[in-house]
Structures are given as structure tokens and as C-alpha cells.
């Protein structure tokens, strides 16, 4: 999956893929009219499957919690899903998975 920086669970506003124009979520991209629908629901069900992936942490699933980062990173590759899904992978006793995806990074923190 191809990453876009347009698509955040959180945000209040998208970025259209097709022309670039930041507006606030619709199912129609209010300058070129490209339907957004689809980019809508993936970053809604992004955002239920982080929700559920913290939701986990909390009550101590650490491999319910995997699995749900696992889905929110399929969904959107971002630094947000990234980080969640590397301390899922830490907590599951994985370390291997959260150092390749830490090295995998684009977006590299200073520590």
C-alpha cells in the first residue's frame, strides 16, 4: 500500500488524493468533486482498529492488542500506527518485529 499523507484516523481534515485540496471530511472533495467515501471509511476503520488496539493494552491483551496495530498499520502506514504497532510487538515478547519496524521507519525520531 502506497503511503498518503492525507489520511489521518484523527484528523479533522483530508487531503483529496486526486487534486490536494485540505478540507475537512466529506464523502466529495469539495474542488474536484473526487469521491472520498472509500478514503473515509478506511480511515474510520482505521481508527476503530487503534481504538480497540488501546483499548487491549489496557487490559493487558498484549496479543488481542498485536493484532488490532497490526490492522490499523495494514490500513494507514503512518508514524502514529507505526509507533503503536512497535510497542504491541515489544509487549507480545516479539522484539525482532518492533526493531525491523523501528528500522524500517521513514521518519526517524532523535532520541
Same mark, same amino acid.
Request: proline letters at 7%; glycine letters at 2%; a positive charge.
Given at each position: 500500500?502506497?503511503?498518503?499523507?492525507?489520511?489521518?484516523?484523527?484528523?479533522?481534515?483530508?487531503?483529496?488524493?486526486?487534486?490536494? !485540496?485540505?478540507?475537512?471530511?466529506?464523502?466529495?472533495? $469539495?474542488?474536484?468533486?473526487?469521491?472520498?467515501? *472509500?478514503?473515509? %471509511?478506511? =480511515? @474510520?476503520?482505521?481508527?476503530?482498529?487503534?481504538t480497540a488496539a488501546l483499548?487491549?493494552?489496557?487490559?493487558?491483551?498484549?496479543?488481542?492488542?498485536?493484532?488490532?496495530?497490526?490492522?490499523?498499520? !495494514?490500513?494507514?502506514?503512518?508514524?502514529?500506527?507505526? $509507533?503503536?504497532?512497535?510497542?504491541?510487538?515489544? *509487549?507480545?515478547? %516479539?522484539? =525482532? @518485529?518492533?526493531?525491523a519496524l523501528a528500522a524500517?521507519?521513514?521518519?526517524?525520531?532523535?532520541?
Open positions: 500500500m502506497a503511503r498518503f499523507s492525507g489520511i489521518s484516523a484523527y484528523a479533522a481534515t483530508v487531503c483529496c488524493p486526486t487534486c490536494r !485540496a485540505r478540507q475537512e471530511w466529506t464523502d466529495q472533495c $469539495r474542488r474536484c468533486r473526487s469521491d472520498l467515501s *472509500l478514503l473515509r %471509511r478506511v =480511515a @474510520e476503520h482505521c481508527r476503530l482498529a487503534r483499548a487491549a493494552l489496557k487490559k493487558g491483551r498484549w496479543l488481542e492488542a498485536l493484532a488490532h496495530a497490526q490492522r490499523a498499520f !495494514a490500513l494507514n502506514p503512518q508514524p502514529e500506527s507505526r $509507533r503503536l504497532l512497535a510497542v504491541c510487538y515489544l *509487549l507480545a515478547d %516479539r522484539p =525482532a @518485529e518492533a526493531l524500517a521507519d521513514p521518519e526517524p525520531h532523535a532520541p
